[in-house]
């Protein structure tokens, strides 16, 4: 089976070589590396180009990114990563054993550390791969992964401008239970260190709670993201 790998990317050319050097071994072994740019005014489109199969670009928002990534892909299986987090380095391998031994999962996610080392991060990654093994709902930084057919079967993202993974876990759990991989993947802690560890921790609980509770996302992202345009359509 053939993985497709989705990485929307937004002026990230600090950080892009480095996310996908590791991914070329995935690559020559003839798995897919897909990039989808949302209107970028760095260098990242040109930093990527020799380090992906597909160069894609739209208007920016996650979930529009990673469904029009999702609709050039070629792979059977498609795994929607974010810059700021890291494979472990046989994933692709862990992903494809995992369905073949699986009582018919069609989805999956990673257990997930956080790159600092501050108690309360390590803690945060713990409730995190807890509170999804409890409820079956992923978030983008544990890297969901899909069955092409099943991803196609549930209509894909919704073009929402946040809470797109939950939403997306929501209608996959009703056609399967998670494949929950305890390899885990790193991502970068950086959003909880500059804006306050418990802060952060507080504004996702919160969140993800409105969102449970009915708030539409086009409220939810003016406070998640209260400096930012983004495309809501």
């Not at 990673?110 to 309360?120: P, Q, R």
Request: hydrophobic content about 40%; charged content about 20%.
């Amino acid at each position: 089976m053939k993985c497709s790998i989705i990485i929307p990317t937004l002026n990230e050319s600090d950080n892009i070589v480095a996310s996908l050097t590791p991914l070329q071994v995935l690559r020559q072994i003839g798995h897919e590396v897909i990039i989808v740019d949302g209107e970028s005014v760095d260098n990242t489109v040109l930093l990527a180009e020799p380090f992906v199969d597909q160069v894609l670009s739209t208007k920016p928002g996650r979930a529009k990114q990673m469904q029009l990534g999702a609709d050039k892909a070629t792979g059977d299986v498609l795994l929607f990563l974010h810059v700021d987090t890291q494979l472990p380095e046989n994933a692709v391998q862990l992903i494809l054993q995992g369905f073949k031994q699986s009582h018919g999962c069609k989805w999956g996610r990673f257990d997930v550390v956080l790159s600092g080392k501050h108690w309360l991060l390590t803690l945060t990654a713990k409730l995190m791969t807890w509170r999804s093994r409890l409820t079956g709902i992923a978030t983008g930084d544990q890297v969901i992964f899909v069955k092409r057919g099943c991803f196609d079967q549930v209509g894909g993202y919704q073009l929402m401008p946040l809470m797109e993974d939950i939403d997306l876990c929501k209608r996959l759990k009703k056609i399967s239970k998670p494949l929950c991989i305890t390899n885990p993947v790193v991502t970068s802690s950086r959003r909880w260190e500059q804006q306050g560890i418990i802060r952060t921790i507080l504004l996702m609980w919160s969140l993800r709670l409105a969102f449970f509770l009915g708030v539409s996302p086009k409220r939810l992202v003016a406070i998640y993201y209260p400096k930012a345009t983004v495309d809501n359509d």
